[in-house]
């Protein structure tokens, strides 16, 4: 299995839901993360997890929460969002932080009403 | 910081060669990448150099020059379906992955 596989694929909240991005692997690998993809802009990097533990935060606004149940799952809890954090959000994953190529998977297109 | 600069856009006809350069100045380099990604879609892996030379994978092929922090992605015999975003990244000792803005291939009939 050298998939990375991410629900929903499509999500339209309101700024008073929560919503949950998830995001599962099964190749072994220890390093997690989430980019946000605006149109026409490349990924630029969220959150990133190594053996579980949340290990970079670029500084991300609070109302997006990550969670890394185990070394297969990476959530992304959404609450309070704004119509300006609508975007792509993907989710990639590596062998080790250091080193390997990152799998990415298909996305969840986000909408912000 | 990262800064890495690739060109906009380039358009080239079916069967022919697209070279895209790619230029960084990264503090704790730790490898290359080019992705390619599709409108609407995930980036997809091409390539990673992290030593100095050529890497050839089928009709790709990526090439590293660290002292001139300078890479590029040949691809041959272009086809339609060629026609995508082409991802220059660098990653830092910390593993966090800086994309290039992309530069778009248009491969014409």
């Known amino acids: 299995d050298t998939e990375v596989t991410q629900t929903p694929k499509h999500l339209v909240m309101g700024m008073t839901n929560k919503k949950s991005l998830k995001c599962e692997q099964h190749?072994?690998?220890?390093?997690m993360y989430w980019y946000k993809q605006k149109a026409k802009k490349p990924p630029e990097l969220m959150f990133v997890y190594s053996y579980e533990k949340l290990s970079i935060n670029e500084s991300v606004p609070s109302r997006f929460s990550p969670e890394c149940p185990n070394s297969s799952l990476l959530n992304l809890h959404l609450h309070a969002l704004q119509p300006e954090d609508s975007a792509l959000y993907l989710c990639a994953s590596s062998q080790q932080r250091f080193r390997g190529e990152q799998f990415f998977g298909p996305g969840t297109r986000l909408t912000v009403l | 910081g990262q800064n890495i600069d690739q060109p906009t856009e380039m358009t080239a006809t079916e069967g022919a060669i697209v070279q895209i350069n790619c230029t960084y100045q990264?503090?704790?380099?730790?490898?290359l990448f080019w992705y390619q990604q599709h409108a609407g879609e995930a980036p997809t892996f091409l390539s990673y150099n992290v030593l100095d030379g050529l890497e050839e994978k089928g009709r790709f092929s990526s090439f590293l020059s660290r002292s001139k922090g300078y890479s590029y992605l040949l691809l041959k015999e272009l086809q339609m379906k060629d026609s995508a975003s082409y991802l220059c990244a660098t990653t830092d000792s910390w593993g966090k992955l800086q994309f290039g803005a992309g530069t778009q291939v248009v491969v014409t009939p």
């Open positions: 190749m072994g690998h220890r390093a």
């Open positions: 990264t503090s704790g380099f730790n490898g």
